[in-house]
C-alpha cells in the first residue's frame, strides 16, 4: 500500500492557470513541475489529503484544469494539463492515465479553460503565435484559430453562462470570442499593463452594491485616484458615447451583465460590463494594508501579479505581499477589507473549494482561509525542490528538520494546532542545504551544511542564523555535533564541537568562536603514521558514546579511531566499494552498542559487531568479514536509520526506488515500501509513533507510511507486484526511450557526488553537460587505434595476456643482463648496436613460439565460442606494457594506423612523444599540412628547423587566405620587409604601418613605401582625410592640403587652407578658405563661418556676404514659418498704401490683396546697411568693398538649387549696395532679377520681387536713393513683381480648386450681401488698430497680423471656403468680383510697364513673361465660370485689346 505526501511539490509560480479547484467533491489539483497533484479539501479543519499524483517525466506541467462538472459523465473525471513541450494531454483524474493529447500548439501556451461548442465538450488554449485551438478530446478533433497582429494570447476564461464564448486576453485588451468560429465579439480596452487574470462574475444580479464612497475615508485614501477621474476622460470609441452618467444606468438598467474582473501587472482591478462594452470600475490594489509605505509612492516595478476569485457574490484579490482582500464596489469606486497575512510573498493563485479560499505563493504554501468563519483552515508547505536532508529534534519530538535544494530549511510543528504548521528558515542560508544535526544537548540548536560550502547552526525559536568562518570550498556533505577529538593536542576546552566534511576533508570547529580557523582532522596525525587518516574520505561517524570516530573512504574500507587521540583501533576491509553511509546502532536502556552498519555503492548493507575489538585496547586490528550482510536491494544503498523503538530494525534507501525495513537480528527483510518513483535519498523512523516513517526521493515531495500497511518484503517483491498491476500493453520504443533517459538524466545526490571526489552539486551538473556535449561531437579519436582493435577482445584475452607478461618478466634478467654488458663495452659502438639490432631480431623471431605455446597451455581460460589470439596480437599488446625498447615499434604502427586515416593532429603528437618531429615537419611541409603545434614544437629539434617551419608554415597561412597571421609568423624569424610586402599586396596597410613602425622605425624608405601605398588606395577609395593624414605624417604637407581639397564640405575646405598655408602657399590657401566660406553659405552653417573668420587671415570683408545672406535667410525663415501657421504672406498692405489702393467706390484695389505676407518691420536693404554698420562697415569703405566683392565673385553662374540661387542673389546685392555709381546700381539689380529668372520657377521670382519692394510697387523708396535715377532696372523690378503675381493667378485657375471656390462664393453672394454689409458696419477700427498699423516698429509680428486680419476684415467678414491656406504663400481671390478687381489692376500695370519687356530677352530664355497671354486666358476662364456679367467680360477684353494695339503700335 502506498503511503501519504507529507509535504507535495509546490505549484508553479507567475501562472493564473497552475491551480484549479472544483467545489462540488472538494477537488483540488496543482500544476507542480514536473507532476500534477490533486488534493482532497475538507471544509474542516485539516490537511487536504493528497489524493493522486500524476507524474509527466521529464516534461514539466504549466496548466492544469478539471473540469467544471463533476457529474459529467464523459469528462467529470478528468482533467486537461499544458506541458512546456507545448503538449495539451487529457487525463483520467484517478488512474493517472493519458486518455487524449494534441501538439497543435507551436509555441507557448499559456491558458486553459473547458467549453462547449455545439453540445460537445471541448478544451480552449491560448497561447504565443496568436494562436487558440479548440480540441473535442473524445474524437480528437481540433481547430485552430489565429488572431492577426496579436501574437501573445495570455489567457483564457470560458463564460460560465454561455460556454460557447469566452474571454482572451491579449496584452492589454480582452477579446470576447465565439469558440464555433473565432470570430471577435467585443473587445474592451481599459487597462495600462498587460493582463495577468481573469474571472467572470458567478452570482446572480449585479456585484455592485450602492454608492458606499462616503463613508469610507480609508478607501478614498489607499485606493487609485483614476477611480475617481471624470468619466468624459475615460470614455472612448470601445465604450460608447453614452451620457457622463454611464455608471449610475449601468447599474440602474435592468439588462446587465454579464461581468467580469481583471487584473493587471500594474496592480489594477477593472470590473466589466460586457453587455454595456465598459468597465464600470476600476480599482488599485495597494502593496500593503499595513500602512508603512505610502500609497501614493507606490511604483510599479516589473510585472506584479494579481489574482482574483468570485465568492458569494464578492470579489477577492490578493497583494504582492501576500494577503487576502475582500473588495466592496460601488459604481465608480471601491473599497477593500484585509482577511489575512498568511504569505510572506506574492499570491499566484487563488480558488474557491467550497467556503474556503486557497491560495498558493512564493512562499511555497498552499493556504486555506474559510471566507464565512473568516478561520485560517490549513497550510499546507510545499517543497520547490528536491529534499536533501531531513531530521527530527532529539528534544521535540513532534518537530521535524527539512533541508532541500531550494536555500532553505523547513520545520514542521506536529503539534500545533494548525494542522502542520510551517516555519521557513531562509535569511543568511547561502545555498543549497544538504546536511543537518540536531544538538545533543542544547535544544533546538540545528547545525547545517550548504552546497556552498557554508556551515552554520540556527536556533529554531529566534530563526537566527550563525556561519562560522568559511573553509570548505565545494559542497559539505555531512555536519555532526561531537565531542572534541585529541583534546590534548588542540588544546579543547569546550564539552561540544561542530564537525564538517567536505572537500575530502573533516574539520572540528568551535561554536563559542565561529570565525576562528577550524582544524582539519588529517593534519592532527602525520602521513607517515601508520594511523594517518585516508585522503580520500567519504563519511565519518561518532559511536553513541562518543569514544570512537568512524571514516569511510572511497576505496570501501572503514577505519575505527579512538576519538581522544586518533589512534587507530580496527580497520573493515570488506566493501570494495565507496562508502556512502555509517551508522552506529543507538543505545537501547542506555547500554551502548557497538554495531556499526555500513552502506555502500553496493547493494549489499553490511552489519559489523565489534565488541571484541573495541572493549579490549588492542589497535590495528583488521575485520575481513562482516557479522551479517543484508541482500536485497536492486542499486546502491545510500542512507541508513535505526530504530528507536525496537532494537535490531534497520531502514534502508536505495536507487532502486525502495525502502527496505530490515531485522538485523536474524537478516531477513521485514518489510519494503515502493510509492516513490525515483531514486530515494533518505528515510528516518518517527520518534514517537513505531509504526511511522518518513522518505523522501528524486521527486520534490517527502512520504510518510507505515511499515504495517506495506505488503511486499522485499524490492523484488515489489517489482514483481508492480508489473503484475500494470496493464498488458506494451510500452512503444518512444515511451521506452523517454523513461530510460528519465531514469539516467539526474545524477547528482549525495552519495553519487561523493563517489566523485565530493563535488558540489553544480560541478556534477557541470560535468554531465560537459560529457552530453562531448557526445554530440561524436566519439573521440583514440591515439591507440590499432592497440584498441588488438585489445578489443573478451576478457580471456586479457587473462593470457597477463600470463604472457608473467613470463616475459620472470626471462628478462637474461636479456638485461646481456644489454648492461653491451653497454659496458663502449670501443665499437657501431658494432655492439647491429649486434643488438640481430639479438633483437632473434628474440623477436624466438618469441612467436613461446608466446603460442603458452596461449596453448593456458587454452582453458577461453571463453565458449572464443577463438585463441594470434601470437603477432599478443606480442603486439606486450609492447606496451613491456620493456621500453619495444615502444617504438608499437608509436610506429599507430602513426602508420593514422596516416592511413588522415588524422594528422594525432600522428603529429605521437612523433613528438617517439622525438621523430624532424622528418615529420618537414613532409607535413612539403603536403602543406603544417599545425601550429608542430611549429611550436620544431625548437626542440633545431632553430633552423623551426625557421624552417615558420616559413613554410607561413606559406601555407597565406595560400589559406589568413595573411595577418602568415605574416606574423615571417616576423617570428625576422623576416620583417618580407612581411610587409605581403601585407601591402593584400591592402592590409593598417597592420604593415604598425609593423614598420614597430620593428623599422628608422627605415625611413619603409616607412615612405607603406604610407604613401596606404595613401593611394585610400585616394583611391574616396577616403582623402585618411590620405592627408597619412601624407601629413611623412612630411608631404601639399599633397595633404591637396588630398583634403578633393571634398565638397566646408570643414575639409577650412582645412584645406590651413595645410596650403603651413606649406606656404598662400594663394592657394586663400582660394580654399573662400571657397570654405562659400560653402559653408551655400548649407547655411553661419557658426562655421564666424569661426572660420576668425582664423582665416584677409577675410573681414566677407562678413558684409555674410551679413547680407542672413537678412534674405531670417525673411525667407521669417514667411515659412508663418506659412506653417497658416498666415498669409502680405505683400505692400500698409496704412498709406490703403488709401491709394482703393477706388472710386471705396474698394479695395487688387494689389492690397493679391498676396499675403507678414509685415517687415525694415526693408532689407535698410536691414542689410544697418547690420554693416553694426559690424564696423562704413559708408566710405563701400568703393574697396565693391572691388573686393567683385574681384572674388566676377564669374557669372547659373543657380542649380535653390540655396545657391540666394547665394547669387545675396553677392549681386552686396554689389549693388556698394556701387559707386547708377550704371552699377542697375546692372547689379538686373543681375538679381536675372538669377530669378534663370531659376525658371516663378515662386522664386515672387519671393525676391516682393522681398525688395515689400511696400508693394507704389512705393519704390525702400530701393534706396538710386531708384529715380535707374529708371529701367525699376521698371524691370515693377513689372516682374505684378507678372509674378499674374502667373500665380493663373496657375491657381487653371486648378480644380480654383472652380470650386468661385463658384461657391458666387452663388452665396447674392443671401449674404445684406449680412455682410450689415457685419462690415459694425467691425469699426479703433484709434489702436489705425496706430498699430501705422507704425511698423511697434509689437511683435503676431500681433501685427492680428491687426492686419481685423484691417482687412472691416469691410464685413467674408463667408468663405477654406483654401487650404496652410504652406500658401498667395492668397487667391476668394469671388469673381475680386478677380475682376484684380486683372483691371494688372491691365493698368501692363500699359505701364510694356516698354520693359525688352529688357527680359537678355536676363533669361527659360521663362516668356507674357503676362498680356496669361491675362487673356484669365478673362476667359471667367467667361467661362458663367458668374461674371457679359458686359464687364467684354469690357475686360476691350481694355486688353486696346493695350495690345497700343504696345504694337510702340
Keep these: 500500500m502506498a503511503g501519504e505526501i507529507l509535504l507535495p511539490p509546490s505549484p508553479n509560480w507567475f501562472l493564473s492557470n497552475a491551480v484549479d479547484s472544483r467545489s462540488e467533491d472538494g477537488l483540488l489539483v496543482t500544476a507542480s513541475f514536473k507532476s500534477i497533484v490533486v488534493y482532497k479539501v475538507t471544509q474542516e479543519k485539516a490537511l487536504p489529503k493528497v489524493i493522486k499524483l500524476i507524474p509527466l517525466g521529464n516534461e514539466k506541467v504549466l496548466l492544469v484544469k478539471l473540469h467544471p462538472n463533476a457529474l459529467e459523465t464523459k469528462y467529470g473525471h478528468t482533467l486537461a494539463a499544458v506541458s512546456d513541450t507545448y503538449t495539451v494531454t487529457l487525463f483520467n483524474m484517478h488512474s493517472g492515465e493519458v486518455i487524449s493529447q494534441h501538439r497543435e500548439h507551436e509555441k507557448s501556451v499559456n491558458g486553459i479553460a473547458w467549453g462547449s461548442v455545439g453540445g460537445e465538450e471541448v478544451i480552449v488554449t491560448v497561447g504565443s503565435g496568436g494562436r487558440m485551438v479548440v480540441w473535442q478530446a473524445r474524437d480528437s478533433v481540433t481547430r485552430v484559430h489565429s488572431f492577426p497582429y496579436m501574437n501573445e494570447l495570455s489567457s483564457v476564461e470560458v463564460n460560465p453562462k454561455d460556454p460557447s464564448q469566452a474571454l482572451v486576453a491579449v496584452l492589454k485588451t480582452v477579446l470576447l470570442v465565439s469558440l464555433k468560429d473565432g470570430k471577435i465579439l467585443t473587445q474592451l480596452k481599459g487597462h495600462e499593463y498587460e493582463i495577468y487574470c481573469v474571472k467572470w462574475y458567478l452570482g446572480s444580479g449585479s456585484p455592485l452594491e450602492p454608492d458606499l464612497a462616503g463613508n469610507n475615508s480609508r478607501a478614498e485614501a489607499l485606493c487609485d485616484s483614476r477611480t475617481k477621474e471624470k468619466v468624459s476622460s475615460e470614455d472612448s470609441p470601445d465604450r460608447g458615447s453614452e451620457s457622463k452618467n454611464w455608471r449610475e444606468n449601468t447599474v440602474s438598467s435592468s439588462e446587465t451583465g454579464p461581468f467580469f474582473a481583471s487584473s493587471d501587472y500594474g496592480r489594477n482591478i477593472l470590473l466589466w460590463d460586457v453587455s454595456a462594452k465598459r468597465y464600470i470600475v476600476r480599482a488599485n490594489v495597494p502593496h500593503s494594508t499595513s500602512g508603512f509605505k505610502k500609497q501614493s509612492k507606490d511604483k510599479v516595478h516589473g510585472k506584479q501579479h494579481i489574482s482574483l476569485g468570485w465568492y458569494d457574490g464578492n470579489l477577492y484579490s490578493s497583494t504582492i505581499r501576500g494577503e487576502l482582500l475582500s473588495w466592496s464596489l460601488w459604481p465608480g469606486g471601491a473599497k477593500f477589507k484585509s482577511l489575512h497575512h498568511l504569505h510572506n510573498r506574492a499570491i499566484y493563485n487563488l480558488v474557491l473549494v467550497g467556503d474556503i479560499a486557497v491560495t498558493s505563493g512564493q512562499d511555497r504554501f498552499l493556504q486555506g482561509f474559510h471566507l464565512k468563519k473568516s478561520s485560517h483552515m490549513f497550510q499546507v508547505p510545499t517543497l520547490g525542490a528536491s529534499a536533501t536532508t531531513l531530521s527530527f529534534c532529539p528534544q521535540d519530538v513532534n518537530r521535524l528538520a527539512i533541508g532541500s535544494l531550494d536555500n532553505n530549511i523547513r520545520l514542521l510543528n506536529f503539534g500545533s494546532p494548525i494542522p502542520l504548521q510551517t516555519q521557513t528558515i531562509f535569511h543568511n542560508i547561502n545555498g543549497k542545504v544538504l546536511s543537518f544535526s540536531w544538538h545533543p544537548v542544547h535544544e533546538g540548536r540545528l547545525l547545517f551544511g550548504t552546497a556552498t560550502g557554508q556551515v552554520g547552526w540556527t536556533d529554531v525559536a529566534s530563526g537566527r542564523v550563525t556561519t562560522f568562518a568559511y573553509h570548505h570550498q565545494k559542497s559539505v556533505y555531512k555536519v555532526e555535533w561531537g565531542l572534541p577529538v585529541c583534546p590534548e593536542k588542540t588544546g579543547s576546552s569546550e564539552d561540544w564541537y561542530a564537525y564538517s566534511f567536505g572537500d575530502r576533508e573533516i574539520v572540528m570547529r568551535s561554536s563559542s568562536d565561529p570565525m576562528a580557523d577550524p582544524v582539519c582532522l588529517q593534519k592532527l596525525v602525520a602521513e607517515s603514521e601508520i594511523n594517518a587518516l585516508p585522503k580520500d574520505v567519504t563519511e565519518f561517524s561518532f559511536s553513541p558514546d ?110 532502486d526506488h525502495t525502502v ?142 597477463l600470463l604472457n607478461l608473467l613470463n616475459q618478466t620472470k626471462t628478462a634478467g637474461t636479456g638485461n643482463g646481456h644489454l648492461e654488458e653491451q653497454v659496458e663495452d663502449l670501443e665499437d659502438l657501431e658494432e655492439e648496436l647491429e649486434e643488438e639490432k640481430n639479438s633483437e631480431e632473434e628474440v623477436k623471431e624466438g618469441k612467436l613460439p613461446g608466446i603460442r605455446s603458452l596461449c596453448e597451455k593456458y587454452s582453458c581460460l577461453l571463453e565458449k565460442d572464443t577463438e585463441m589470439p594470434e601470437p603477432e596480437d599478443i606480442e603486439y599488446a606486450l609492447s606496451l606494457y613491456g620493456n621500453p625498447d619495444q615502444i617504438d615499434g608499437l608509436l610506429a604502427a599507430e602513426i602508420d594506423a593514422h596516416e592511413k586515416k588522415e588524422n594528422t593532429i594525432q600522428a603529429g603528437l605521437i612523433h613528438c612523444w617517439q622525438g621523430s618531429l624532424a622528418d615529420h615537419i618537414r613532409q607535413a611541409a612539403k603536403q602543406r599540412k603544417l599545425s601550429e603545434f608542430l611549429v611550436a614544437s620544431a625548437p626542440q629539434v633545431s632553430m633552423k628547423l623551426w625557421q624552417f617551419a615558420c616559413e613554410s608554415y607561413a606559406e601555407q597561412l597565406i595560400d589559406e587566405g589568413d595573411i595577418i597571421t602568415g605574416a606574423s609568423y615571417l616576423i617570428n624569424i625576422l623576416k620583417v620587409e618580407e612581411a610587409i610586402n605581403i601585407l601591402l599586396k593584400h591592402h592590409y596597410y593598417r597592420e604593415a604601418l604598425a609593423i614598420a613602425k614597430s620593428r623599422l622605425g628608422c627605415n625611413e624608405e619603409i616607412m615612405n613605401k607603406v604610407v604613401t601605398a596606404w595613401a593611394a588606395s585610400a585616394i583611391y577609395e574616396g577616403s582623402f582625410d585618411v590620405a592627408a593624414l597619412l601624407q601629413l605624417s611623412i612630411g608631404q604637407v601639399e599633397s595633404a592640403a591637396r588630398a583634403m581639397a578633393r571634398k565638397s564640405d566646408a570643414g575639409s575646405l577650412f582645412v584645406a587652407a590651413k595645410l596650403y598655408a603651413g606649406a606656404e602657399k598662400d594663394d592657394l590657401a586663400k582660394a580654399m578658405g573662400l571657397l570654405a566660406l562659400k560653402e559653408a553659405s551655400l548649407k547655411h552653417e553661419h557658426g562655421k563661418i564666424e569661426s572660420f573668420l576668425q582664423h582665416l587671415p584677409g577675410f573681414d570683408w566677407y562678413k558684409a556676404v555674410s551679413s547680407c545672406h542672413n537678412v534674405y535667410l531670417q525673411i525667407l525663415q521669417q514667411v515659412s514659418s508663418e506659412m506653417e501657421r497658416g498666415e498669409r504672406y502680405l505683400i505692400g498692405d500698409t496704412a498709406e498704401n490703403r488709401e491709394g489702393n482703393t477706388n472710386a467706390n471705396g474698394e479695395k484695389k487688387a494689389e492690397s490683396a493679391a498676396a499675403s505676407v507678414p509685415l517687415v518691420l525694415r526693408p532689407p536693404l535698410e536691414r542689410i546697411r544697418e547690420d554693416w554698420s553694426k559690424i564696423g562697415i562704413t559708408q566710405e569703405q563701400y568703393g574697396d568693398l565693391y572691388e573686393t566683392i567683385t574681384l572674388n565673385f566676377s564669374m557669372q553662374q547659373t543657380p542649380t538649387n535653390v540655396k545657391q540661387l540666394w547665394y547669387l542673389v545675396t553677392v549681386a546685392t552686396c554689389k549693388m549696395l556698394t556701387s559707386p555709381n547708377k550704371e552699377a546700381w542697375e546692372q547689379h539689380l538686373k543681375t538679381a532679377l536675372g538669377y530669378a529668372l534663370s531659376w525658371g520657377k516663378v515662386d522664386q521670382l515672387f519671393h525676391l520681387t516682393h522681398t525688395l519692394l515689400p511696400r508693394g510697387t507704389s512705393d519704390l523708396t525702400t530701393l534706396g536713393n538710386h531708384y529715380l535715377e535707374a529708371e529701367e532696372a525699376v521698371s524691370l523690378l515693377c513689372y516682374m513683381y505684378n507678372y509674378s503675381e499674374i502667373s500665380l493667378l493663373h496657375t491657381f485657375l487653371e486648378s480644380d480648386e480654383a472652380s470650386s471656390v468661385l463658384k461657391v462664393q458666387n452663388s452665396s453672394a447674392d443671401h449674404l450681401k445684406d449680412e455682410n454689409e450689415k457685419e462690415a458696419n459694425n467691425v469699426p477700427i479703433t484709434d489702436d488698430v489705425s496706430e498699430s498699423l501705422e507704425n511698423r516698429n511697434v509689437g511683435t509680428l503676431e500681433a501685427q497680423m492680428e491687426t492686419l486680419n481685423l484691417a482687412k476684415d472691416a469691410d464685413g467678414p467674408r463667408k468663405t471656403l477654406e483654401i487650404n491656406a496652410k504652406n500658401q504663400f498667395y492668397v487667391p481671390p476668394q469671388s469673381c468680383k475680386e478677380l475682376t478687381a484684380r486683372v483691371h489692376h494688372y491691365l493698368d500695370h501692363l500699359e505701364k510697364d510694356y516698354k520693359t519687356l525688352h529688357n527680359l530677352d537678355r536676363l533669361s530664355a527659360k521663362v516668356s513673361c507674357d503676362s498680356e497671354k496669361f491675362l487673356g486666358e484669365i478673362i476667359l476662364k471667367l467667361k467661362e465660370i458663367g458668374k461674371v456679367e457679359e458686359g464687364d467680360i467684354e469690357a475686360l477684353s476691350q481694355r486688353l485689346s486696346e493695350v495690345a494695339r497700343d504696345n504694337s503700335s510702340e
Excluded at 562508502?579 to 552498542?593: A, G, N
Excluded at 547493494?603 to 579490549?616: C, N
Excluded at 549525495?750 to 552539486?761: C, H, M, P, R, Y
Design 546 to 655: 562518543y569514544k570512537y570516530l568512524a571514516l569511510g573512504s572511497q576505496d570501501g574500507q572503514v577505519r575505527v579511531y579512538r576519538r581522544a587521540d586518533l589512534s587507530l583501533v580496527v580497520t573493515l576491509a570488506v566493501v570494495r566499494k565507496t562508502i556512502q553511509h555509517l551508522l552506529w546502532r543507538p543505545p537501547m536502556q542506555s547500554h551502548y552498542s557497538d554495531v556499526l552498519a555500513v552502506a555502500s555503492s553496493e547493494k549489499e548493507i553490511y552489519i559489523f559487531d565489534m565488541e571484541k575489538y573495541l572493549q579490549d585496547d588492542k589497535t590495528g586490528s583488521v575485520v575481513t568479514q562482516a557479522t551479517r550482510d543484508l541482500q536485497g536491494h536492486e542499486s546502491r544503498v545510500v542512507w541508513l536509520a535505526w530504530s528507536p523503538h525496537e532494537d535490531g530494525i534497520l531502514a534502508s534507501a536505495s536507487y
Design 660 to 801: 527496505q525495513l530490515w531485522d538485523t537480528k536474524t537478516g531477513e527483510p521485514k518489510v519494503n515500501y515502493g510509492g516513490h518513483l525515483n531514486r530515494v535519498f533518505r528515510v528516518e523512523f518517527s520518534p514517537s509513533d513505531p509504526d511511522l516513517m518518513y522518505s523522501f526521493a528524486d521527486e520534490n515531495s517527502v512520504h510518510v507510511w507505515r511499515p504495517s500497511e506495506q505488503t511486499a518484503k522485499t524490492p523484488a517483491e515489489r517489482s514483481a507486484n508492480l508489473k503484475d498491476i500494470r496493464t498488458k500493453k506494451p510500452k512503444d520504443k518512444e515511451t521506452e526511450t523517454a523513461e530510460e533517459t528519465q531514469s539516467k538524466a539526474v545524477e547528482s545526490s549525495l552519495s553519487a557526488e561523493k563517489k566523485n571526489g565530493g563535488t558540489s552539486v553544480t560541478s556534477g551538473t557541470k560535468s554531465t553537460s560537459i560529457s552530453a556535449a562531448a557526445s554530440k561531437k561524436g566519439h573521440f579519436k583514440s591515439f591507440f587505434p590499432k592497440f584498441h582493435t588488438v585489445c578489443s577482445k573478451k576478457k580471456s584475452f586479457h587473462h593470457l595476456l
